[in-house]
């Protein structure tokens, strides 16, 4: 099974699946599962992905454009593409200093790195590893004095704006993580470990570098009386300190520059954000790995933007694995939009190169797509662009 795995993977990498077959091949299938899986039956996981099919381009032909801007401004910060590399908890599984490699990897494309709370890598070095800006996204593991701890590193460190996730009272129900022993291989128990120890040594490269890399991951941005948060502490840390609207207000009064409050998927919670003083939001489910059923994100981005109606930042995930996916949500008003599994995928295969690679290949195709539209700039993008889906209206109604 493994040979065969090896033979179906590419030699050349030419999109985004490419390299998650790549990944596939590097990683034990506990840890491919844990970043290519989602909740439940996976439904909104796979709707993530196919919904751009449903919108359909109005190109301007005729056009002859050189070249086209990708840059655009977010929270006052140019970058040089429309890209953010999203925030993507115990990355140090996936590659050694996963974190500060994928941040310089950011500021190589002129890109902002987001830095999860659930980090393996001390936050101070993952910004000194990037020449970019970075942004710090919050979980209120360990309660309020320990996330204001956290809050003040990131502000000394130089990030510049605070990503505060609020779907994740509980964490999802993934179902390929207990089928692969998480649990068990979490436990110490050698008896309980052993039926799922082979798959980490079917995979000798990847278990040589993780073992190098200090083996299973603390979070040292989540400093506990006793020290950093153990891994197998996550989920009960997680559950323990859901977002409410109320804590705003503290963080708030803790942290001076922008918020961006992340898991935004309706009409309703885009105005309790604005009322509880976000800066911007970002409309995502989490990838897929929270509730299922929910509807992909691109069917919940007009919904958000007309509530907002300009009056702070629409940053948008999920599902974008083509640079045409990132035009096209920009159409429908997204500022800018994030990328996590496309660039993790990278990662996962080939650490820094893997990840430049990923932003390269998505970077040609929204220039390409740009180049085909006939609009010479990203911020010349607009719903004249595309024809507005059957359910973009339905949802609209559905705010009303």
Same mark, same amino acid.
Request: with cysteine.
């Given at each position: ?261 992340? *898991?935004?998927?309706?009409?309703? /919670?885009? =105005?309790? !954000? &604005?009322?509880? +003083? %976000?800066? #911007? ?37 999920? *599902?974008?694995?083509?640079?045409? /996916?990132? =035009?096209? !949500? &920009?159409?429908? +008003? %997204?500022? #800018? ?52 889906? %059957? ?10």
């Amino acid at each position: 099974m493994r040979d065969a795995i090896v033979s179906a993977v590419p030699s050349r990498v030419i999109n985004i699946d490419d390299l998650r077959q790549k990944a596939h091949a590097r990683l034990p299938r506990i840890v491919f599962d844990y970043l290519d899986g989602g909740a439940d039956n996976e439904v909104t996981l796979r709707e993530n992905c196919r919904v751009y099919d449903d919108v359909v381009f109005r190109p301007r032909f005729g056009v002859a454009l050189p070249d086209v801007d990708m840059r655009t401004t977010v929270l006052g910060q140019q970058i040089q593409t429309p890209m953010i590399l999203a925030p993507i908890g115990s990355s140090r599984m996936f590659w050694p200093r996963a974190e500060a490699v994928a941040a310089a990897a950011a500021g190589n494309a002129g890109t902002i790195y987001t830095l999860s709370t659930l980090s393996g890598t001390r936050l101070e070095e993952v910004k000194a590893a990037t020449r970019g800006p970075c942004w710090y996204q919050l979980y209120l593991c360990g309660g309020r004095d320990v996330a204001r701890a956290a809050i003040d590193r990131a502000a000394a460190a130089g990030y510049s704006a605070l990503v505060v996730t609020i779907d994740t009272p509980v964490a999802g129900n993934r179902e390929r993580d207990p089928r692969n022993g998480t649990k068990e291989l979490l436990s110490g128990n050698p008896l309980k470990m052993l039926p799922f120890v082979p798959q980490l040594v079917a995979h000798p490269r990847w278990l040589v570098g993780f073992l190098a890399d200090g083996g299973l991951m603390q979070f040292p941005n989540v400093v506990l009386p006793d020290g950093p948060m153990k891994y197998a502490d996550v989920a009960a840390a997680l559950e323990s300190a859901a977002v409410q609207w109320a804590d705003l207000v503290w963080i708030r009064e803790s942290w001076r520059g922008p918020i961006v409050v992340k *898991g935004v998927h309706t009409a309703e /919670d885009a =105005v309790r !954000a &604005i009322d509880a +003083g %976000a800066d #911007a939001i970002i409309v995502s489910n989490h990838g897929g790995r929270q509730l299922d059923t929910v509807a992909p994100t691109l069917r919940a981005l007009p919904e958000v933007v007309d509530a907002v109606n300009g009056r702070i930042e629409v940053l948008f995930d999920g *599902g974008i694995r083509r640079g045409a /996916d990132v =035009v096209k !949500a &920009i159409a429908l +008003g %997204a500022r #800018a939009v994030l990328i996590g599994r496309a660039y993790v995928y990278g990662l996962a295969s080939a650490g820094e190169r893997g990840v430049d690679q990923a932003v390269d290949i998505l970077n040609a195709g929204i220039r390409r797509t740009l180049k085909l539209l006939g609009c010479g700039a990203i911020s010349k993008l607009d719903g004249s662009f595309v024809e507005e889906p %059957a359910w973009s209206s339905s949802t609209r109604r559905h705010k009303s």
